[in-house]
C-alpha cells in the first residue's frame, strides 16, 4: 500500500544588509535565523577612486549618484553568487545604510541632479560628502540665528550645528550655484534615496525620510512638530523660503518598511520582488546595532572618522539636553530609545594623511626614475605604500608613551565632538630633530585617543554614564596597536565585536524586523549577532602617563582654538 509521505522542511529566510561608506559599498546575505553571513561583496566607487570632484585643499568631497548605483548592483549580485545556490530565492528583506549628512540636490521625482542632463559633471548637483566642510560660514549663521530665536532649534543636536550637516550645505550650494539652485524641486539624504530608488519611488513627497538623519542632522524634533518653521529658514536666507514645504514633517525609524523591491531592481539584481526594504539610517546607527550595542555603552564606530552611538531608555519629559554632541534622538539607533551621538571627523584619515606624506616621494622620485622598467617600478611603489603603516606600527610600539615629547592635535578634518568647530586645524607640538616618522605616528595614534577621551569626558560631564566601550569597524578588528593605546588612554576595557561588517550586519538586522522575521530590533539582535572575540585591558602605568599626556593635549588644543577664533573674528572685522 503506498501512501503520500510528507516531509516538513524549515525554509530558510535570508536578508541583505548594504553598508555604503566613504570609499566603497559592502554587502552581505545573511542567515536571518542566526545571523551568520552566506555570502558578502565590496565595490570600490571608481569615480571618487580617480579624484573626481573632489577638492581636499578647499573640503570639498563630493560623490557621483552613478558610483553609488553600479555600487548598489554590483556588490549585491557578487554577495549573491558567493552565497550558496538558491539562496537569492529565500531573500525576504534588504536594508541600507549610508554615511551621513551625505545630501543631494533632487527634482520632484527625486532624481538627483547629477543624473540630468546638463548636470553630469557638476559636482554641486553631486552628492555632498558628510566630510565637505564648504560651508563653515553658513553653519555659523545657523548657531548664531538659532541663539537669537525663541526657539533653540540646535539644542537637541548639541547646541553646535555642524557644517557636515544638511541645512548647512544646502545652503551653500543655493548661494553659490543658481542652476542648481533653479533646478532643484528638494534635497534628500543618502540613506534615504537608495531605499527610494530600490522600491521604484517616483514622487519626492511620498520617500520616507530617516529619523535618524531628520533628527541628527537637519534639526527635525517631536518638540518642533518636525522641522523648524519656515520663517525660520526665510529669516536665516530667503533662498530657503518654501523649502520645508518640499521636503517633510513626519519621519520613520528603520524597522519600518520604505516599501518593496521595485520590478525592475528585482529583475537587476535576481531577486523576488516581494523583499521588504526598510527605512535607511545612517551607517554607525545600524553599526551600534550590528555590534549588539547596551544602553549607555559607548558604541565606537571606527574608519576614516569615528561615530560613537550610545543608547539610554526614553526618559520622557525630563530628558537632559548633552551640550556639544552631535544629536539626541528618539529611535535613531533602537525604536523607543533615545539615541546619541558623538564622533570624531578624522581618524583613519589621520594616519592615511601621514602615509600619504611618507609615500610622496615614491610617488614623485621613484615613480620618475629610468633605472626601473615600468612594471617592476609600479610594483614597487606599491608593495613599499603597502608596508608603510605596518613598519610604523612596528617601529612606534618600541616608543614609550611621552618618551619622545611630541604632542599632536588631531583636528586635521576638524572638529565634530565636542562642541563641532570645522575650521580647527591639526598640529604636532615638540618636534626636534631627533623626531622621526615613528614618533610622529605614535602621537598622532595617541592624538586620535585623546579625541576619543574628550567624548567620554563631555558625556561624563554632562551627566551621561558610561558603563562600557564597545570597538566596531575596520580599525578596532585590525589595528591592535591603536585600540591598545586607546584602552590605556581611556583607561577602560574596550570589547571588540566580532563581526568584522557590524554595519552591514546591523542592516541585515533592520531588515529581518521591517521583513516581519521579528517583532522588535532588539530581539533581532538577540538573535543575529556575533558577539565579542576580544577585549583590550589598560596597563595602569602606561593610563598614568597618558593623563599628564591628556593635560598637555587638551593644554595645546585649547591655544589653537583660541588662536584660530582671533584669526576669524579679525578676518571678519576686516
Known amino acids: 500500500m503506498r501512501g503520500w509521505q510528507i516531509i516538513f522542511t524549515h525554509m530558510k529566510k535570508f536578508v541583505i544588509g548594504i553598508d555604503y561608506g566613504t570609499d566603497s559599498v559592502r554587502s552581505v546575505v545573511v542567515d536571518a535565523e542566526n545571523g551568520q553571513e552566506m555570502g558578502s561583496a565590496v565595490h570600490y566607487y571608481s569615480r571618487w577612486q580617480a579624484g573626481q570632484f573632489c577638492r581636499p585643499a578647499a573640503n570639498q568631497f563630493r560623490q557621483h549618484p552613478l558610483d553609488y548605483i553600479e555600487g548598489l548592483e554590483q556588490s549585491v549580485k557578487d554577495a549573491l553568487a558567493a552565497a550558496p545556490p538558491g539562496t537569492s530565492s529565500q531573500v525576504v528583506g534588504m536594508a541600507v545604510d549610508t554615511t551621513g549628512s551625505t545630501p543631494v540636490a533632487v527634482d520632484k521625482?527625486?532624481?538627483?541632479?547629477?543624473l540630468l542632463p546638463g548636470f553630469e559633471t557638476e559636482p554641486d548637483a553631486m552628492f555632498i560628502l558628510w566630510k565637505d566642510h564648504t560651508a563653515i560660514h553658513e553653519a555659523a549663521e545657523i548657531n548664531t540665528l538659532c541663539k537669537e530665536s525663541d526657539i533653540d532649534y540646535s539644542q537637541y543636536v548639541g547646541g553646535v550645528y555642524s557644517s557636515e550637516w544638511f541645512w548647512a550645505k544646502i545652503l551653500r550650494t543655493l548661494r553659490v550655484n543658481p542652476a542648481v539652485r533653479e533646478a532643484a524641486y528638494s534635497w534628500v539624504e543618502h540613506c534615504d534615496w537608495i531605499p527610494f530608488l530600490l522600491t521604484g519611488g517616483t514622487d519626492v513627497h511620498q520617500m520616507k525620510r530617516s529619523r535618524c538623519a531628520a533628527g541628527h542632522k537637519a534639526l527635525w524634533h517631536e518638540a518642533f512638530g518636525g522641522l523648524p518653521p519656515n520663517a525660520f529658514f526665510k529669516t536665516l536666507d530667503p533662498l530657503l523660503d518654501g523649502l520645508t514645504e518640499r521636503l517633510y514633517r513626519h519621519t520613520y525609524t528603520s524597522e519600518e518598511q520604505a516599501g518593496y523591491l521595485s520590478e525592475a531592481w528585482a529583475h537587476k539584481l535576481g531577486l523576488p520582488s516581494n523583499v521588504a526594504?526598510?527605512?535607511g539610517a545612517f551607517d554607525a546607527h545600524m553599526g551600534a546595532v550590528g555590534g549588539q550595542i547596551e544602553p549607555y555603552f559607548l558604541s565606537k564606530v571606527m574608519g576614516t572618522s569615528t561615530c560613537d552611538m550610545l543608547v539610554a531608555p526614553m526618559p520622557g519629559a525630563d530628558e537632559k539636553l548633552v551640550a556639544g554632541i552631535c544629536g539626541q534622538v528618539n529611535g535613531s539607533v533602537i525604536p523607543d530609545m533615545l539615541g546619541l551621538e558623538a564622533g570624531q571627523s578624522a581618524f583613519?584619515?589621520?594616519?592615511?594623511?601621514?602615509?600619504?606624506?611618507?609615500?610622496?616621494?615614491?610617488?614623485e622620485v621613484v615613480g620618475k626614475s629610468t633605472l626601473l622598467d615600468p612594471s617592476v617600478k609600479q610594483q614597487l611603489i606599491e608593495e613599499t605604500s603597502a608596508r608603510i603603516i605596518p613598519e610604523l606600527t612596528r617601529a612606534a610600539e618600541k616608543v614609550e608613551p611621552g618618551a619622545s615629547g611630541v604632542i599632536a592635535l588631531d583636528w586635521l578634518n576638524g572638529r565634530r565632538t565636542p562642541d563641532a568647530n570645522?575650521?580647527?586645524?591639526?598640529?604636532?607640538?615638540?618636534?626636534?630633530?631627533?623626531?622621526d616618522a615613528p614618533v610622529i605616528f605614535r602621537a598622532l595614534v595617541e592624538?586620535?585617543?585623546?579625541?576619543?577621551?574628550?567624548?567620554?569626558?563631555?558625556?561624563?560631564q554632562e551627566g551621561i554614564p558610561i558603563q562600557g566601550i564597545i570597538g566596531l569597524g575596520g580599525v578596532a578588528k585590525k589595528a591592535p596597536f591603536i585600540m591598545q593605546t586607546m584602552a590605556d588612554v581611556l583607561n577602560r576595557p574596550i570589547k571588540i565585536a566580532r563581526s568584522e561588517q557590524t554595519c552591514a550586519l546591523g542592516a541585515a538586522m533592520f531588515a529581518a524586523t521591517a521583513a516581519g522575521?521579528?517583532?522588535?530590533?532588539?530581539?533581532?539582535?538577540?538573535?543575529?549577532?556575533?558577539?565579542?572575540?576580544?577585549?583590550?585591558?589598560?596597563?595602569?602605568?602606561?593610563?598614568?602617563?597618558?593623563?599628564?599626556?591628556?593635560?598637555?593635549?587638551?593644554?595645546?588644543?585649547?591655544?589653537?582654538?583660541q588662536n584660530t577664533s582671533a584669526r576669524h573674528e579679525s578676518i571678519s572685522i576686516a
Open 447 to 460: 592624538a586620535t585617543c585623546f579625541g576619543a577621551r574628550k567624548i567620554v569626558d563631555r558625556f561624563q
Open 109 to 114: 521625482t527625486g532624481t538627483p541632479l547629477a
Open 422 to 435: 570645522q575650521a580647527l586645524k591639526g598640529a604636532i607640538f615638540g618636534l626636534n630633530l631627533g623626531s
Open 517 to 561: 522575521v521579528y517583532a522588535t530590533v532588539s530581539e533581532a539582535m538577540s538573535r543575529m549577532g556575533s558577539g565579542f572575540d576580544a577585549t583590550y585591558y589598560p596597563d595602569a602605568e602606561r593610563a598614568a602617563v597618558y593623563d599628564r599626556l591628556y593635560a598637555q593635549y587638551c593644554s595645546w588644543g585649547d591655544l589653537v582654538e
Open 277 to 279: 526594504v526598510s527605512v
Open 348 to 363: 583613519g584619515d589621520v594616519y592615511a594623511w601621514f602615509k600619504n606624506i611618507l609615500a610622496w616621494t615614491l610617488d
